[in-house]
């Protein structure tokens, strides 16, 4: 049987690895529905092409013009705009692949799941920022969260049957670029340094959060309430290899791992073709050539970030909402180099302390209330900088 998919997000990383496994599925596996991206209209117009997408829309409505004239002949529809970006998101469809970047997501993404679509969820700030809310509304609508971050798939796939005897979700960690550099080193950091990931080829954002730590703060936040477990029960340990993409440990001391090559096709492919295991022809592990696992932990002196996600969940309420904001708007500044890597975690601790007393969300305006507050409050720190 055909599943209608829609891909929010499809000119990014993630979109590019959804598009790669459609292409190995069988032939009338999957109809696209919608399509979205933001600034690059020749990729998105493309994808559309190829994948014989119903619509696609820019959520740029600067760029509408140049979409209609990229899909000219195609038979695509173009849309543009915020609201375009929602329309698309409901139209129906049985999968929902979220990976568009940052708080830019949430009302799309929320708006798949009220539509009843199972929503494949790469974008990680939904829960960061919407955490109870966002998981209120998936059930009030009888969706399926399919998580696709790799550390939650895995979790995914080992806890089935398991959740009431889960002691501990353990998050595997690569450690970024920077594991091994000093506080001196890190102070003179680049963004260009800070986008080459050593095991995973990512979007230019998650990447330097990858090297702050703050991609792991985020999923840290993200399986507590995926998983509805405690925040102490959340730890995080660097495995360099990135082999063993998470581990739950259970009550009577066993832990189960999931292992894989570094490929998040893997974990969109498990998203996509659930609750069955589509075939795919990624790489084997050959662990004679891997030969050593290695673990140590995090420090929390030179990546304060999961200070931070601690202290996000300990308060609870809008408290991640304020992290991801904050720490947006920080990224966006050492990306134009005028903060620098260093800078980025202690100012997001700034803005979170001053915006500690903000109450937890009774709806999604307090959240994009919350998220505006924290931007405003970053940029006014940095603009106090310069
Ligand atoms: P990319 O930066 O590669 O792609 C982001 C996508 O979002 C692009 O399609 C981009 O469009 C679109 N976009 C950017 N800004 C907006 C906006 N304001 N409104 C609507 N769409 C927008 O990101 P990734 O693919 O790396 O990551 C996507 C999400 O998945 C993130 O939340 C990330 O944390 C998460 N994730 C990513 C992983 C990875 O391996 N890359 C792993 C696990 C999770 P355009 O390019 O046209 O401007």
Not at 55 to 79: H, M, R
Not at 82 to 102: F, K, N
Not at 135 to 153: K, Q, Y
Not at 256 to 277: F, Y
Request: net charge negative; glycine share 8%; aromatic share 4%.
């Amino acid at each position: 049987m055909t599943r209608r998919i829609s891909i929010l997000g499809v000119t990014g990383s993630i979109g590019a690895s959804t598009v790669s496994v459609l292409e190995h599925q069988a032939e009338g596996a999957f109809a696209v529905e919608a399509v979205t991206g933001a600034r690059n209209i020749a990729g998105l117009a493309e994808r559309a092409r190829s994948l014989r997408a119903g619509v696609a829309v820019t959520a740029d409505p600067a760029l509408y013009g140049d979409l209609k004239d990229a899909l000219a002949g195609s038979g695509v529809e173009a849309a543009a705009g915020p609201e375009a970006l929602v329309e698309a998101a409901s139209r129906p469809a049985d999968i929902v692949m979220s990976a568009i970047v940052g708080a830019a997501g949430l009302a799309p993404t929320l708006a798949a799941a009220r539509a009843g679509a199972s929503v494949a969820l790469a974008n990680k700030e939904c829960l960061v920022a919407a955490g109870d809310l966002f998981i209120r509304e998936v059930e009030a609508a009888g969706s399926t969260l399919l998580p696709v971050d790799s550390e939650h798939n895995a979790i995914f796939q080992l806890v089935e049957g398991e959740a009431a005897r889960i002691e501990r979700l353990i998050l595997t960690c690569s450690g970024g670029p920077f594991r091994t550099w000093g506080m001196e080193e890190l102070a003179t950091a680049t963004a260009a340094q800070a986008v080459k990931h050593p095991q995973w080829d990512m979007g230019a954002k998650i990447s330097i959060d990858s090297a702050t730590l703050f991609n792991k703060a985020l999923e840290m936040i993200e399986a507590h309430h995926l998983f509805a477990v405690a925040p102490g029960q959340v730890e995080v340990i660097i495995h360099p290899q990135s082999i063993i993409h998470s581990m739950i440990g259970f009550h009577d001391g066993s832990i189960l791992a999931h292992l894989g090559p570094p490929d998040m096709r893997v974990a969109i492919s498990h998203a996509l073709t659930w609750p069955e295991r589509g075939a795919l022809p990624v790489e084997r592990l050959d662990f004679a050539r891997l030969a050593s696992l290695t673990f140590e932990a995090p420090d929390a002196t030179r990546f304060p970030a999961i200070r931070l996600a601690r202290e996000a969940m300990d308060r609870g309420g809008l408290a991640g909402c304020v992290l991801n904001g904050a720490k947006e708007v920080a990224l966006e500044a050492f990306m134009a180099g005028r903060i620098g890597f260093l800078d980025m975690a202690a100012l997001v601790e700034e803005v979170m302390d001053s915006l500690s007393h903000l109450d937890a969300a009774t709806g999604l305006e307090d959240v994009y209330d919350a998220d505006a507050a924290a931007r405003r409050g970053m940029a006014d720190l940095i603009a106090a900088r310069s």
